[in-house]
């Protein structure tokens, strides 16, 4: 007998079940088909103005820094200020995602902006943030060519973009705009939730910044315009 | 090949470990922060309570389907490209990652934090055969050039001071200056963070352990607050995922009910850093992520736990609430315990796992306070738990023989009144005789108890003779 | 729970379940409970006692505790309501004995109904009679909450709310009142290291919270604690909340030769 049959042997030996109980079945059939929602948190349940709100103190408590802007347009000179008030070269990475494309990057003279993955060399990056979570201050990204995962990890200062009417209140409403995209059952290779910067507590648990992540994280709001 | 077990010298292990002054310094700075920590986050979340129940309800229908969702786990993890290897044991679990390391001709691994892999032995196994594990998370790393093991669930080197961490890089790091200062935990977290970012890149082969396994979607899930798990499945040619069968859930959305429980409980935090949902491998025009995806679920006794007393034990989400509430963690700390798991659910889940033979003290070793039971996200009546094992214990005359005879003696005059009055009556007496001061420094057959502690003497009559003596009056 | 007091005229009939350390080591716990329960109207009777079981049960030995809890039901069933001077026992009469009975068609609702009627003594003077003793005493005390009693029960604000009654008592907090003491029945001579370490870090507080008194609702672990104080030779006097609600709080504390 294989491992695997092994297993269920013992499982359905224990439960004292047969795997081909209807009953059973089409309880477990129902809850993936309709993957009712848990109880979700009063707390982000909250009209637009109040949500982005919320979601600014979230991502403050989180130990991460964050602007909300106007327009697009003003993206690449917030960008500016912030590597130069971190000291660091006016140089970012980012992916193919067409709406960091549409950035006016020119408009930072001294900005060089390169794209695709990091290998680690780059110290600041840019990413395109697929939605934020009110709740918990929570980046969601997606794995591909547009924002690739070494983008979240590798330099030392990851830039977010995200667009106000994308900050939804909980994770839920994520997973539904996931399934409306995607299909009903599909996942990107990878959703990152990124909820601050890389941190640790593992020194006589002193809680530090920067462990293998990124040591600051810098979320642009972008307002409906 | 799996993790020795020493659980059954725990008395003997508590007595080194209280003898232990660094430990001791670590065991009393961390204590503080995790209780107060979690507190404020729980009180922030006026649904925490609510979410809790929930947490349970569902664990428990999680678990009377646990093949239907494992089947539907199964079949979505290779419909989005992934491979699925069952491990009924440790060596079973060992031998499937070895034979994914030897195909891709790997030598280095770079490792998440996983408690199944502890469990399993596997970085032993892997240097037996010739392949480099390295632990990403700082505190595995830590042990790691310690030649440790975790002696917490989330903290592996709550019991290391910064002291000692120093002199464990400055001998492992060879190349490191003498005159460079680590007095600091900035500074050794800025040497660890530049020689492990060396590892992440050199790494051929990724393994990390899961937090969840999401059967709708055949993700695995994993928290971390470093980033080093993502660093270790996303460089690397392979990730490969152990796990434990107990951790698939059916949906994003019931992922999400645990997720709102564990950091809060865990750390104090909303949620952790990074929560991470990986599905498949790098998929076409992916620019990075991993070649191939593997996932080994190990069962290692826990179909067993299904349908019998412990299996309110598999809802455990290994937040380590409970030892974080425990005062006899607070006191030994989590290598008393002598095997993987420490705390109260390491005293329910190792006798489970390895037999209460060996197991079989740590149960024992509690003093029913409930602060665990009190604390536990999905509400495991570990206390109960505890007691059901003392019953297999009893049941099977496993128990010390000096107090299996204490407690029949004990059983024997309470089950017959009459003669329970006559004998305690003359027995306080004489005690009174000894402990005219009040107190008694030493008593024959109770060295436990006056090794420490002075024994109040008691009044000389029972409260059963008075009360008839005095009945007259009344 | 039945919180209501019967309406009947005549007074109610208590038994009083001493439990065996009272009944053993400090007899006068028992005649302080009994004389709160006299004060506040009741008729108080000691039925023939010895043990409620729960060393048995926590030691995984079933069949001695439900042998205990059946001669405890028989005992005891007959009075209005059953009373116990510590949280622990209660617990155990309360929530366990149902569990020892449990699908047992002749034991079941016998024990439940005892469990239903069962209360340690602080909620019984404070939630079900709802009285508040008038007693003195002169001095501050501290009090630790006993772990069965606070997890099990329940019971905090009672204690202190019949304490903030007393003349003269000044409640003093220490750190931590909640956190075990390290008694744990058997564990505190099973595990005496383990056991000592925590007395002796409750011990810290107690002496850290400068009251000079220590009042908790279990024996056991008043016991533990005082042997813990006066092998470290601190002064603080230690007794059960009983004895200072009963206006009883003169008599040599726990530990203290007798006058």
Known sequence: MSGRDAIFATIRKSLR???????????????????????????????EAERTELFRQMVENAKASIVILDSKDDVPAAVAAYLRSKNLPQSIRHGDDERLSLIPWAKERTLEVTKGASDGAQLASVSYSFAGVAESGTLVMLS???????????????????????????????WDRLRERLGAKAMPRVVNWITGPSRSGDIEQTHLLGAHGPRSLHVLVVRNS | MSQPVNSPHFNANARKALDDAFLQKALARSEKGFIERRKAAVEKLPEYDALRDSARDLKDHILAHLDLYLEAYE?????????????????????????????LDAKKVAKGKSMISEETGLNAYLEENGIRPIE???????????????????????????????????RAHVDLPPERNLDEPTSLLAEARAMLREKFLAADVGITGANFLIAETGSSVIVTNEGNGDLSQTLAKAHIVISSIEKVVPTRE?????????????????????????????????????????????????????????????????????????????????????????????????????????????????????????????????PKLMRNWREREFERHLQPAAARYGLGVWAAFAKRPAVYRAATSLAMKMLRLFGGKGRLRRLPLA??????????????ETFQSLWKKRGAAR | MSDQVPAAKKPLRVGLFATCLVDLIRPRIGFAAAKLLKDAGCTVEVPQQTCCGQPAFNSGDRKTARELAAQVIEAFEGYDYVVLPSGSCAGQVSLHYPELFDGNAAWSPRAKALAAKTFELTVFLSDILKVTPRARFEGSVTYHDSCSGLRELGIAAQPRKLLANVEGLDLIEMKDPHVCCGFGGTFCVKYPDVSNKIVGKKTENIAASGAETLLAGDLGCLMNMAGKLSREGRDVKVRHVAEVLADMGDAPAIGEPER
């Open chain 1, 17 to 47: 079940v047969t795997g081909d109980d209807s009953l059973r079945r089409e309880s477990v059939a129902a809850r993936l088909e309709k993957h009712p929602r848990g109880i979700v948190p009063a707390r982000g349940q909250k009209p």
């Open chain 1, 144 to 174: 591909g060519a547009d924002n690739p995962t070494t983008l979240n990890f590798l330099p030392d200062h990851h830039l977010v973009v995200v667009d106000e009417r994308d900050i939804a209140g909980d994770y839920e409403t994520i």
């Open chain 2, 75 to 103: 079949k979505n993890v290779i419909a989005s490209g992934g491979h699925v290897h069952w491990a009924a044991n440790a060596d079973e679990a060992n031998e499937i990652i070895l034979s994914i390391c030897k195909r």
């Open chain 2, 136 to 170: 990403t998370d700082l505190g595995e790393y830590i042990i790691q050039l310690r030649g440790e093991t975790p002696s917490h669930l989330i903290a592996p080197a709550l019991h290391v001071t910064k002291e000692q961490i120093e002199a464990d890089f400055r």
């Open chain 2, 254 to 382: 019931d992922a999400g009910t645990f997720l709102r429980l564990l950091a809060r409980t865990a750390s104090g935090l909303d949620l952790s850093v990074y929560t991470t949902f990986s599905t498949g491998a790098r998929r076409e025009g992916d620019p990075d992520g991993p070649l191939e995806y593997h996932v080994v679920l190990l069962d290692n006794g826990r179909s067993n736990m299904l349908g019998g007393k412990f299996q309110e034990m598999l809802r455990c989400i290994r937040c380590g609430a409970c030892m974080n509430h425990c005062p006899v963690f607070h006191a030994v700390g989590g290598h008393a315990y002598g095997w993987v798991y420490p705390g109260p659910m390491g005293a329910v889940l190792t006798p489970s796992l390895v037999g209460v033979e060996k197991g079989g003290q740590l149960p024992n070793a509690s003093t029913f306070c409930g602060r665990c039971e009190e604390v536990c996200p999905v509400r495991i009546p570990l």
């Open chain 2, 447 to 460: 060295s436990g108890w006056t090794e420490y502690r002075d024994f109040p003497a008691p009044e000389g």
